[in-house]
């Protein structure tokens, strides 16, 4: 599940769970856990077709480095 978030000036896409690392978006890898390999290559095809669409900014939430660009409460984006 990912989330798209419509901002005054971007969209933002949270990618939940089906990215865990950059790599993973950057090079199309499934992990070994996942139970359906086609699905999730489908679900990727489908978000990079939004994220293009849309031209929007993606973060990766289990990359610390990303996930620490998104502001902490009280503190919020617009």
């Given at each position: 599940m990912c989330l798209q978030i419509e901002l005054k000036n971007e969209?933002?896409?949270l990618s939940g769970d089906l990215y865990h690392f950059n790599e993973?978006?950057?090079f199309k890898r499934v992990p070994k856990f996942?139970?359906?390999v086609q699905m999730t290559l489908k679900?990727?095809?489908k978000f990079e077709k939004l994220v293009n669409q849309k031209k929007a900014k993606v973060i990766i939430q289990h990359e610390r480095t990303?996930?620490?660009q998104l502001p902490v409460y009280p503190n919020?984006?617009?």
């Amino acid at each position: 599940m990912c989330l798209q978030i419509e901002l005054k000036n971007e969209t933002i896409f949270l990618s939940g769970d089906l990215y865990h690392f950059n790599e993973q978006r950057q090079f199309k890898r499934v992990p070994k856990f996942n139970t359906d390999v086609q699905m999730t290559l489908k679900s990727m095809e489908k978000f990079e077709k939004l994220v293009n669409q849309k031209k929007a900014k993606v973060i990766i939430q289990h990359e610390r480095t990303q996930y620490a660009q998104l502001p902490v409460y009280p503190n919020y984006l617009e």
